[in-house]
């Protein structure tokens, strides 16, 4: 009669990486076609929890382009992108503000909040942790175009300086911050800032061990309409030649820019992973084998648990 399976064999397993992992920063940036979904929104929140349960101090940031979107629609506003970053006019921002700090932002809470974890909601204008100025008009190429365009984004605030202290006081008392992506200036202005461009400087003052992104494709793709042309492992190489190739295009372009920020100010990894197959983000920390993409400075042999 055979033996029967250990049952205790996949905890052994997982142990490991929770070892190695206690006490570990690591931001998840959650993407706003997931929040969109109460279905997906859930998932991500429960496998938030066990990360948090797990000792892993998770700071969670979200964006919310999808509902924006149609909440623009909504108001007959017109929905302007430029290279994945949204142009942002003074109506545009008071809507961003309605679904960025208002109903997602608080959905995602008490998601969070059922699924046992402690979370606390800021705006990057609470207490000044993200501090910003109104973006120039600046320079953009399309892709496929041969010429640069002068684009004026609006209220779109650039990060000047992050200051972690009150995300640190509520993590000190076991809480999970999430946060919302709006930014202020010194003199009281408020600025719609890319969420991607938030978490990567987040991660960065934090001196994250990893940040992840939850997208809606499995990783990042060879080929953008072939999910199995998924590449597991890459550098920041890697990620310039396919940026100079057209495969990183629309909103996966403003991930690029937040992974090389990322990388360069000293997070360890970066991981791009897909926020609809089941519990893709557990996968990508505990198992040898990941689920997504993972994006260091320089390239390695993956062991998607563990390096980086």
Not at 11 to 19: P, S
Not at 24 to 38: I, N, Q
Not at 183 to 191: K, N, P, T
Request: aromatic share 4%.
């Amino acid at each position: 009669m055979p033996l029967s399976p250990d049952p205790y064999s996949a905890l052994r397993h997982a142990a490991r990486y929770v070892q190695q992992f206690r006490r570990k920063t690591f931001v998840v940036k959650l993407g706003g076609a997931m929040l969109s979904d109460p279905r997906l929104r859930r998932s991500a929140c429960e496998q938030i929890a066990l990360l948090w349960t797990f000792s892993i101090r998770p700071v969670v940031v979200h964006g919310g382009g999808p509902e924006l979107d149609t909440l623009c629609d909504a108001l007959h506003l017109p929905v302007e992108k430029v290279a994945g970053r949204r142009v942002t006019s003074a109506p545009v921002l008071d809507a961003a503000k309605m679904v960025l700090a208002g109903k997602l932002h608080t959905d995602l809470l008490a998601d969070l909040q059922a699924a046992g974890v402690p979370a606390v909601g800021l705006s990057g204008v609470d207490a000044g942790l993200i501090k910003a100025r109104k973006r120039p008009p600046v320079m953009v190429t399309e892709p496929g175009a041969t010429e640069g365009r002068l684009v004026d984004y609006g209220l779109v605030g650039d990060i000047e300086q992050v200051d972690t202290r009150v995300v640190e006081h509520l993590r000190s008392a076991d809480y999970v911050p999430v946060i919302a992506p709006l930014s202020g200036g010194v003199d009281g202005s408020v600025y719609n800032t890319n969420a991607d461009t938030v978490a990567a400087a987040l991660s960065v003052a934090l001196s994250a061990e990893k940040l992840f992104f939850l997208v809606q494709v499995p990783g990042l793709l060879r080929d953008l309409n072939d999910p199995t042309s998924l590449v597991t492992l890459a550098n920041l190489t890697d990620l310039a030649t396919m940026e100079n190739q057209g495969t990183i295009s629309g909103g996966m372009r403003p991930k690029a820019h937040a992974i090389r920020h990322a990388l360069v100010g000293g997070v360890g990894s970066v991981h791009l992973v897909s926020g609809v197959a089941p519990n893709a983000l557990l996968e990508e920390v505990f198992t040898n084998e990941g689920s997504g993409t993972m994006v260091v400075r320089e390239k390695a042999p993956k062991n998607a648990g563990t390096a980086g």
